[in-house]
């Protein structure tokens, strides 16, 4: 369990980082993408020693986030992720639901302000 906190953790300090640069949202899909594409990879490595793994719905959380460029690297660069294909539904469930909820939240932005 400890490390599923780390994650959250991590990904905390990563939402507090981005506000303080130019751009916060850009920066939040930039500073969530590399952090979750060093998340695959440490679950990958975990994988392969018998190590204590990121709970998968830790990796769907972090896709969400708007980490998913990152997951995208990570499952291609790993090849972690890329066979078990209930994982992948819902990962590309939470892709799309992603995108719908920052394109209704730009939507938002400029018509009603």
């Known amino acids: 369990m400890k490390l599923n906190l780390l994650c959250y953790l991590l990904l905390a300090l990563t939402a507090m980082g ?3 640069l130019p751009h916060p949202l850009v920066m939040w899909f930039l500073l969530a993408s590399v952090l979750t594409f060093l998340i695959y990879g440490a679950d990958k490595l975990a994988a392969r020693k018998a190590w204590r793994r990121v709970p998968e719905s830790t990796l769907l959380l972090f896709g ?26 819902y ?20 018509n009603v302000m």
């Not at 986030?65 to 066979?83: D, E, M, N, S, V």
């Not at 719908?100 to 939507?107: D, G, N, P």
Request: hydrophobic share 50%; aromatic share 16%.
């Open 91 to 110: 990962f590309m469930i939470s892709v799309v639901l992603n995108i719908a909820v920052l394109m209704a939240v730009y939507w938002f932005r400029t």
């Open 18 to 20: 981005s506000t303080l």
């Open 64 to 89: 969400f986030a708007g980490g998913w460029p990152g997951a995208i690297a990570g499952q291609q660069i790993f090849r972690h992720k890329t066979q078990k294909q209930p994982f992948r539904r």
